[in-house]
């Protein structure tokens, strides 16, 4: 493959990155599912590198805190961000969030994965699938939908609201650590969560998933159709990636590029990823550039019609 030719070109120019421990910066709490992917990477990584990967965890200010280590920090490559659209495009969510810094101060390289998020109902309830909710929504106006943060609230509700007109009301929690119990005991009668979270509670029979807001289905669960398969067009794809400060070589970003894509072609990363239930999703330096740039004009679009933004 064209990345496997990459690679040996870089190889062969004796090119001496990386000769020490890279630091992988990750803005959620050890354990959760974008700081399990990041490990799995981070392995991967060592075992071609033979350098150390190691992640660090700085949780807070709504992954901005992560965001502004690596937006400052020395632009060698040895420090390195894992981020969600959260943390990589701060500035599309300026209405509730001040970040001392920009997309602008950080290089995209890659990304990774793609977590899931799901329109999800209790398994009792009279709604088989979206369509169903949207023709009840119809009939019945806002119907309450909870969210784990007014930022997916653009990837998933925006869509079926803008399409339907149906008023959807989004009900932001502060995680899907508080969001998952108020749809199962009853507090909402619809959520979007991510899959992962939803995943135990679905198993056992006690959430159905209606629709995953994505482009195309997942293989870990095949028979959950998407919304943009239903008609919808998302906003945006709340992809997970690798970032460094800006002012990185050139050189570096390649070398990670090519080798980020070179493992997310490895069966065993592949499987580590799909038993998280999470979507690989590898896009190059230069695509997920371009996505990203969409991604914040359509977010703050998307604030501004809910009259969130001026």
């Not at 803008?162 to 009668?189: C, M, Q, W, Y």
Request: glycine residues 8%.
């Amino acid at each position: 493959s064209l990345i496997g030719i990459l690679w040996a070109e870089m190889d062969a120019a004796g090119f001496e990155y990386p000769n020490r421990t890279i630091t992988f910066v990750v803005p959620f709490p050890a354990g959760g599912v974008t700081d399990l992917s990041a490990r799995a990477l981070a392995e991967a990584m060592e075992k071609h590198l033979k350098q150390p990967v190691v992640v660090v965890n700085k949780p807070g200010g709504r992954t901005t805190v992560a965001g502004y280590a690596v937006a400052t920090a020395k632009p060698d490559g040895y420090t390195l961000g894992f981020f969600p659209i959260s943390a990589s495009i701060p500035e599309a969510y300026s209405y509730f969030q001040e970040a001392p810094y920009s997309s602008k101060d950080l290089i995209p390289i890659c990304s990774i994965a793609e977590p899931i998020q799901t329109w999800v109902v209790r398994e009792d309830a009279p709604w088989n699938n979206l369509k169903d909710l949207v023709d009840f929504a119809r009939k019945n106006p806002g119907v309450k939908v909870s969210t784990g943060g007014k930022q997916t609230e653009p990837l998933c509700l925006g869509p079926v609201n803008r399409k339907e007109r149906v008023g959807f009301v989004g009900v932001a929690f502060s995680g899907d650590a508080t969001n998952l119990p108020a749809i199962l005991g009853g507090h909402v009668p619809v959520a979007i969560l991510d899959y992962t979270a939803a995943k135990t509670s679905i198993d056992a029979k006690k959430l159905k998933p209606l629709a995953f807001c994505s482009e195309k289905r997942a293989d870990f669960a095949p028979e959950v159709p998407t919304i943009v398969e239903l008609g919808y067009e998302l906003t945006f794809l709340p992809l997970v990636g690798v970032f460094a400060p800006r002012g990185t070589p050139d050189e570096v970003v390649k070398k990670i590029d090519a080798l980020a894509g070179k493992i997310t072609e490895e069966q065993d990363f592949r499987n580590k990823l799909n038993n998280m239930s999470v979507k690989l999703n590898y896009r190059n330096a230069a695509t997920y550039q371009k996505n990203l740039e969409r991604y914040i004009e359509n977010i703050k679009a998307f604030f501004k019609e809910e009259g969130l933004i001026k």
